[in-house]
């Protein structure tokens, strides 16, 4: 029988090859089934985005995968070969290894990754204001956070569609969140307490964005019989007026013309006072 061959390589873990904070890395496994042990110095507390631009000349990118571990040894994440964000718990240097989890009997597979420090913003928010804004670089997260003083009806109202995903959390966690799809209704009876809107993109994207909260209670009075006509700025936005009726009033809503809404033929409906829609 015909001996068999293999080859290895043997990598000193205490001088892997320094890598660059904000720097474009381009790397070739000289066997794919190589791990490539790498090393990253971080401040405690900086927060870093890790992301995974391009593989090529391996068998099965989806075998391929990279893990981070910290100056202690403690794993901050072990995955597929996708994006990542983490903050850094310790100054020191952490270790990076590119892997590759299944069998793969090629060489030169090339991979394009690259570490970048993120800066993240937290600002007040006012009810009622519209916040247009953009995530700047990959793996940022705006983040906007408003008290109310007493319980109130607030609607989430999503200015525009975008790639951008949101988050409604509160003093009890999460709320609500999702895409900015123009045509969602988020609606939510909020207790007095402090909350956050916070914003990011999906992995690498780097969207714009426009929202605002909307206090239900604060819309426009109208009466029965009247006609009513008004502009909607921006177009896609929520519009609030407020109508006082006795108990077993039947009525007729009519939408008599509409002109210049992106989506077409605009939406409208009614609540009670205890939230419930009634069309």
């Keep these: 029988a015909n001996p068999g061959s293999a080859g290895w390589t043997i990598q000193d ?33 900086q927060q870093v985005y890790a992301e995974a631009r391009t593989a090529t000349g391996f068998t099965s990118t989806s075998s391929i995968g990279w893990t981070v571990w910290s100056p202690y040894i403690r794993p901050l994440f072990a995955q597929s070969w996708t994006d990542a964000g983490f903050t850094a718990p310790f100054t020191g240097d952490y270790l990076v290894a590119l892997r590759n989890q299944g069998f793969d009997p090629g060489t030169n597979g090339v991979r394009e990754f690259r570490f970048h420090t993120v800066t993240n913003t937290v600002r007040e928010l006012a009810l009622g204001t519209v916040v247009a804004d953009r995530i700047a670089m990959p793996g940022q997260i705006h983040r906007y956070t408003v008290t109310l003083n007493q319980s109130r009806r607030v609607a989430f109202d999503v200015l525009d569609d975008s790639e951008a995903l949101w988050n409604l959390s509160g003093p009890t966690g999460s709320i609500d969140g999702t895409r900015f799809w123009n045509d969602v209704w988020s609606v939510h009876t909020l207790p007095a307490g402090t909350y956050s809107v916070t914003v990011r993109g999906n992995a690498a994207e780097t969207p714009e964005f426009a929202f605002r909260l909307v206090d239900l209670s604060a819309g426009e009075t109208i009466a029965l019989g009247d006609t009513v006509t008004r502009s909607f700025q921006p177009a896609g936005g929520i519009r609030v007026f407020r109508l006082n009726l006795n108990a077993g009033k039947k009525f007729y809503p009519r939408l008599r013309a509409f002109s210049g809404f992106p989506a077409g033929m605009p939406t409208w409906r009614l609540e009670d006072p205890a939230g419930r829609v009634m069309f």
């Design 13 to 45: 873990l205490q001088t892997p090859a320094p890598l660059a904070l904000n720097t474009l890395h381009r790397v070739t496994n000289v066997f794919n089934n190589d791990t490539l042990y790498f090393q990253l110095s971080l401040e405690a507390g």
